[in-house]
């Protein structure tokens, strides 16, 4: 039996790469034989995440800083564009920090890309671009109506992406994610903000005594339960998906093309395929840890959708992606992160 060639390795620009899910797409790169060089201002990132790796702190909307680390990096083949604000709430009450921040960033960032001749975009974007009124399992295809500042930052990303690709000859996927949680699973990032505004954190949160209950935000949700349902990934698989659309990026397009498929810009959903309440959730929780719960209900939090799971059948033909670790790997993994994490970084 012949063995499949490892992947030629490259180098790649990742930007937010001291983030959660940034940090981890690099840990994921390295595992394969690819270096990450990191772009990442630390208004969010935590410099720790950058150890042992080329970092630059810096904004995306700064051409300078971007044209320097071109000139450092010339070998520099792709980008994977993960720098954004990306809190629901604040964007509602701060959309034009979020436009100035996602959006012209962006533009800034991809115009000195491809001016530069790195023409393999991968676009952090998200599930929250989608109608998910009816909470039903969503497609590629299916409509787009985000429902707040921040996916709307998405939705208007992507679109300045797909026209950048067309007129300056290159080629962009955008990674439609669901809702990672968990840590990387050697334990080298995680979580780390504080007050985090995702379920999984916030129910760790109370678990944890730092905050006094878990409160359930929302109960009246379209779904089985009353409760928002979410296609809960594990941050490792999707940094998988990163890896997979570095080493397949031009069989992803020639894949698309093969299906009657757009071959400059593809958008592509990194999910499970399974949504899960609120409440099963901290079942779940509940179930792992051994631990019970201080909850209560509270009104829906401003842009929140009752939510909606992945149907991933692209990601499976074109990236060759399929998700391994279930939520409850995910919540192991985010607890013995939490655990861990004092040793990582300062200031907890």
């Known amino acids: 039996m012949t063995l499949p060639s490892p992947p030629a390795p490259q180098t790649v620009l990742v930007t937010g790469g001291a983030g959660y899910i940034g940090s981890t797409v690099c840990s994921a790169l390295e595992e394969r034989g690819h270096t990450p060089v990191v772009l990442d201002s630390l208004v969010q990132g935590r410099e720790e995440f950058t150890r042992g790796r080329a970092f630059y702190r810096g904004d995306i909307a700064e051409p300078a800083v971007v044209n320097r680390v071109l000139d450092e990096h010339p070998q520099i083949s792709a980008v994977i564009h993960l720098a954004a604000l990306i809190v629901v709430p604040e964007s509602v009450a701060q959309p034009a920090r979020y436009y100035h921040a996602n959006v012209t960033g962006a533009l800034t960032l991809f115009e000195t890309l491809i001016g530069r001749g790195v023409r393999q975009l991968i676009f952090s974007s998200s599930a929250a671009v989608y109608d ?5 399992a969503v497609s590629e295809d299916s409509p787009l109506r985000p429902q707040s500042p921040y996916a709307r930052t998405k939705a208007m990303t992507e679109q300045v992406m797909e026209d950048l690709c067309r007129a300056g000859g290159a080629r962009g996927i955008a990674l439609r994610y669901f809702n990672p949680v ?3 699973p050697a334990l080298r990032s995680g979580p780390y903000l504080p007050g985090p505004s995702h379920v999984l954190g916030r129910i760790m949160e109370a678990a944890a005594g ?6 359930v935000t929302g109960t009246d949700f ?3 339960d009353g409760t928002d349902l979410r296609d809960y990934i594990h941050v490792w698989d999707l940094a998988q998906a990163h890896v997979q659309a570095v080493e397949h990026f031009g069989q992803v397009f020639g894949r698309a093309a093969a299906q009657g498929l757009d071959d400059t810009f593809v958008p592509i959903n990194v999910g499970t395929g399974h949504g899960v309440t609120v409440r099963e959730l901290v079942a779940a929780f509940e179930h792992v840890s051994g631990q019970a719960l201080a909850a209560a209900d509270a009104p829906r939090r401003p842009g929140d959708p009752a939510g909606a799971c992945a149907v991933i059948g692209r990601a499976r033909a074109l990236l060759e992606w399929a998700p391994r670790r279930t939520t409850e790997q995910a919540i192991r993994d985010a607890l013995a992160w939490d655990a861990h994490r004092p040793s990582v970084l300062t200031g907890f």
Request: net charge positive.
């Open 132 to 136: 998910t009124t009816d909470t039903t």
């Open 182 to 184: 968990g840590a990387d």
């Open 210 to 215: 730092r905050a006094p209950q878990f409160r």
């Open 222 to 224: 379209p779904t089985r």
